[in-house]
């Protein structure tokens, strides 16, 4: 079978001598076939590089959103942690004055503070609330004592009971307060049931009042603790200690020695976390505080 040839003719210049150059056929068809390829390959290589920018751009886009949320979300949840503080304070006062000078709980402003969902609503439960607390502090009170009876007692012979924790358990300076404040540990927001006494470790602690000894063991966070029940709904504790002196259903007495200041649990030093808690819930103990030892009066003191 004779062959099919394709003849190019190649010249120097338009005088020059021609030089015959035979190409067969199916080099031509494997040149066009491999244009083709190259053709269909750097295309797709584009459209390739084209979509890897396409999601390039769309991931940093997605990126850029997860991040504005994310920072949204944390805004969210740093409000929502303040005012779950501001209405658990909110509602300590509230309990704490119902409880502690006899004025019947208001629970029509408890439930306007937890659903208000603006900083002036807010701020109108808080004033109602600090109004009703100043008068209670300033006057005088209805008390049930026990839920038993009735009768007209004013905040000074509250203050007077056996039972009312106004005494120091030690005596130092308040290095931890009650209420919100930043975490020691990892330097966020907490909230602060109780106050931090500072003291040297092993320094005795003693019962600001009289009552039941209803905890004493290790407890998570607090180390050692004990647990007094004072009745009336009233609680104390005392964490971080070295050791105990009483058992769990012993009754102690104002001036009694129950424990030792120590660094158990989650602490950075020696000194006493110390609560008063009505009704299971945290109140400021720094506002019941007013004498230095409770063996001034176990002892013939002022």
């Keep these: 079978m004779r062959k099919r040839f394709y003849i190019l003719f190649v010249a120097r210049d338009a005088e020059g001598q021609l030089r015959k150059i035979p190409i067969p056929i199916h080099y031509l068809y494997v040149f066009m076939v491999g244009a083709l390829i190259g053709m269909f390959t750097i295309t797709g290589m584009a459209g390739s590089y084209t979509r890897m920018l396409m999601k390039v751009t769309r991931f940093n886009q997605l990126r850029s959103e997860k991040e504005a949320l994310k920072s949204q979300y944390s805004q969210l949840e740093q409000s929502n942690q303040e005012k779950e503080i501001q209405v658990a304070s909110l509602g300590s006062v509230a309990n704490e004055v119902s409880v502690l ?43 049930g004592i026990g839920n038993s009876y009735s009768h007209a007692v004013s905040l000074t012979d509250w203050v007077r009971a056996a039972d009312a924790p106004q005494y120091w358990p030690v005596t130092g300076p308040i290095t931890g307060p009650f209420g919100e404040r930043s975490d ?37 966070g607090y180390g050692r603790m004990i647990s007094l029940d004072h009745g009336h709904g009233i609680v104390t504790r005392y964490g971080h200690l070295s050791g105990f002196t009483v058992i769990e259903g012993q009754h102690v007495q104002r001036g009694q020695v129950i424990g030792y200041v120590g660094m158990s649990g989650r602490t950075t030093g020696p000194h006493l976390h110390y609560e008063v808690r009505i009704n299971d819930t945290p ?12 063996r001034d009066d176990v002892f013939g003191g002022s």
């Design 184 to 220: 020691p540990f990892n330097g966020e927001g907490a909230f602060h049931p109780g106050i931090d006494i500072s003291s040297t470790f092993g320094q005795p602690v003693l019962a600001p009042a009289d009552g039941d000894v209803t905890f004493a063991d290790f407890y998570s």
């Design 283 to 294: 109140v400021n103990p720094k506002k019941y505080l007013r004498k230095l030892s409770p």
């Design 101 to 143: 000078y006899g004025l019947k709980p208001d629970g029509k402003l408890i439930a306007t503070t937890k659903d208000a969902d603006s900083p002036v609503k807010f701020t109108e439960s808080l004033n109602r609330l600090y109004a009703l607390r100043d008068s209670a502090m300033t006057g005088v009170a209805t008390a």
